[in-house]
């Protein structure tokens, strides 16, 4: 019949109390002002604090994403100053992720030895795809990144792809050749 609320000797408001046998009754005191001292602050973190507590970690905070710049009214000046921001954080995410990567990658081979380039070819292959992904996103645009000048880049290249094929293949000529 016992349960978490009977009361025990040992604890005092919630702070349990070290249990010293053979020491002398100076050590006994000294546990029980702790516990006067201490016991209700860890009542109020146990009941209180912890029952009204949102369970994530803050390194996974997700923030919730904001309208594009092609979203945005004309004369809308906070809303893409916030597509700015949103931009701002996603090429430092995509830039941390290819650090992340290249790390990897550099961490095998070391570790590989004269293996290292035929075992790590499949990071490697990540990192350059990441790596051209990135260079296709923020590459050309410079220090002041806005979400305007990505934007009109990633248009430029749709346009360029409907047109010509993929970026890099050539011109497509009208003459069929």
Not at 60 to 84: F, G, I, S
Not at 143 to 169: D, F
């Amino acid at each position: 019949m016992s349960s978490d609320t009977d009361y025990k000797p040992d604890k005092i408001f919630g702070y349990e109390k070290q249990v010293h046998t053979g020491r002398n009754s100076i050590e006994n005191v000294v546990e029980n002002i702790k516990g006067v001292f201490f016991g209700p602050l860890i009542w109020v973190r146990e009941n209180i604090v912890k029952p009204n507590q949102k369970d994530y970690n803050y390194y996974h905070e997700q923030l919730r994403r904001v309208p594009t710049v092609d979203q945005c009214y004309d004369d809308d000046r906070l809303c893409k100053w916030e597509a700015n921001q949103q931009l701002i954080r996603d090429k430092l995410v995509d830039s941390n992720i290819l650090s992340i990567l290249r790390q990897r990658y550099e961490d095998c081979r070391i570790y590989e030895g004269p293996d290292g380039m035929r075992k790590c070819q499949p990071l490697y292959d990540m990192y350059e795809k990441a790596e051209e992904n990135f260079s296709i996103k923020y590459g050309d645009l410079g220090i002041a990144v806005t979400a305007e000048r990505c934007y009109a880049k990633q248009l430029n290249r749709m346009l360029w792809e409907r047109r010509h094929g993929p970026v890099g293949s050539g011109m497509k000529r009208d003459d069929g050749f």
